[in-house]
């Protein structure tokens, strides 16, 4: 066996080897001694030097001593007190003090004894003050009649908050047709915490209160809590994924128009360019392609204000995304129907360049939505005649032989130098369109 070590430091010899457990214990227990040793040394140097403070016994006696020497002082001299006894004062703090001591020590029992000087005169601290009826009177022709009431910090948050939330539920109402039911205070603490992360958010996971709102039956109320005009880009983005594959198609149709469309045109006139995040965003709400053409297209078009800028942007979508054929067929007869603007030609030409089986029906439409110029004074610009070029390629032969021959009149009192021609070919050299047969039932 290796020989047993003996432990470090000057300590006697502990003597036979003990188990490892009581050796633990052993050392781990207090010893009695050292503290005694201390304690004796501080009352060694309190005793020596005279440093140490006072006791609160001691400060109670001395206190009560200077109360009887100032009454003592009173009966001899008066109220007043002499400038000797003023110098007077119990310090009930260290003996000596340097230089660098705590000035509110000093200070601290010098105004203490002030105020007992000053309750002595008066006899009591809440003393009677006598006031001149002459001064009371005019001081009251300063002072306000009527004096508003006090207002703290919380009332003026609590008014707010009361303002706003009566704002947005007149909004809501004004839409939905019936009132807003109150909400829970820890609610709205909720959905505000919210609004703050959406404000500031980049990446990661949302909320999960967020993303309970379209379960909800107020949501639009509790959305509007979080203020969608404050959101960032990226928010606006998982918000459209969310409410795109959770509402029906009909809640889905108002988020777009009330929050997603104002988004993408204020950030378009802004920066002249749409965000990425926002694109993203116009893309994923073609997850219900019935509430995007209602909510997003169709408003933009009748709205009249819709720039040539925002027409292209939006209209890139419509070319890069698969559209199920009914709801670009509906989409058509909607926007042939409508006055005329130049966004509504980009959006026809993108719809019929996309080469969908058509119903007559549509093609009928669009066909009398060209024809319906011809009695227009007004110079056409490009994109009408683009619009109709599209036309003529992809359904000259869907066209009947009384609608071509219409059209070939119209190009008499509109025409282009370099677009007119080639539409006249189209229609020239293509079949016609049966009348007597039957339509598909597919796209009756």
């Known amino acids: 066996m290796p020989k047993a070590r003996r432990p470090r430091g000057s300590g006697p010899d502990p003597g036979p080897m003990l188990p490892l457990a009581e050796q633990i214990l052993r050392e781990g227990a207090p010893r009695a001694a050292v503290r005694e ?12 030097g005279g440093e140490g403070y006072v006791d609160a016994r001691l400060s ?9 020497q100032q009454e003592e002082l009173e009966a ?23 230089p660098g001591s705590d000035s509110e020590d000093d200070e601290e029992w010098p105004s203490l004894e002030k105020a007992a000087l000053v309750a002595g005169r008066s006899g009591d601290y809440g003393g009677e003050v006598a006031v001149d009826p002459e001064d009371e009177k005019a001081i009251e022709m300063f002072m306000n009649k009527n004096p508003p009431l006090r207002r703290t910090l919380a009332d003026i948050i609590m008014e707010k908050i009361t303002e706003k939330q009566t704002e947005v539920e007149t909004a809501l109402s004004e839409l939905s047709g019936c009132p807003m039911p109150q909400l829970d205070p820890r609610v709205l603490d909720v959905y505000k915490g919210v609004k703050e992360v959406l404000s500031k958010y980049r990446s990661g996971k949302l909320p999960k209160a967020f993303k309970i709102i379209p379960a909800l039956s107020n949501w639009e109320q509790i959305l509007y809590i979080t203020e969608p005009e404050a959101w960032t880009a990226a928010a606006m983005y998982q918000a459209t994924r969310i409410f795109s594959s959770n509402l029906k198609e009909r809640m889905a149709q108002r988020f777009y128009n009330l929050v997603l469309l104002p988004r993408v045109r204020d950030d378009i006139a802004e920066y002249k360019r749409l965000n990425f995040h926002l694109y993203m965003a116009l893309k994923k ?18 709205s009249g204000t819709c720039t040539l800028r925002e027409a292209i942007i939006i209209g890139s979508i419509l070319t890069k995304c698969s559209i199920p054929v009914l709801h670009s ?15 509504n030609s ?13 119903p007559f029906r ?41 609608q071509k021959e219409a059209l070939l009149e119209l190009l008499k009192f509109h025409s282009h130098p370099q677009i007119s021609p080639q539409i006249r070919r189209e229609l020239l050299g293509s079949k016609t369109r049966d009348l007597e047969g039957p339509e598909p039932a597919a796209l009756r």
């Not at 400038?83 to 703090?93: D, E, I, P, V």
């Not at 067929?329 to 966004?343: D, F, P, R, V």
């Open 346 to 358: 980009i959006f026809l030409r993108l719809l019929l360049e996309k080469s969908y089986a058509l």
């Open 37 to 48: 040793k201390r304690r004796g040394r501080q009352a060694g140097e309190e005793e020596d």
């Open 76 to 98: 001899e001299h008066g109220p007043g007190v002499p400038a000797a006894a003023k110098q007077r004062s119990t310090a009930l703090g260290p003996a000596v003090r340097g």
């Open 60 to 68: 109670r006696r001395i206190l009560e001593q200077a109360r009887r």
């Open 285 to 302: 709400a073609l997850f219900k392609p019935a509430a995007w053409f209602k909510g997003i297209l169709i408003p933009l078009c009748e």
């Open 329 to 343: 067929s509906a989409a058509l007869l909607k926007l042939a129907e409508m006055q005329y603007s130049g966004a």
């Open 362 to 402: 549509v093609l009928d439409a669009v066909a009398f939505h060209f024809l319906a110029f011809r009695a227009d004074p007004r110079r056409l610009p490009v994109l009408w005649h683009q619009s109709l070029l599209a036309l003529a390629q992809r359904y000259k032969e869907d066209l009947s032989s009384e």
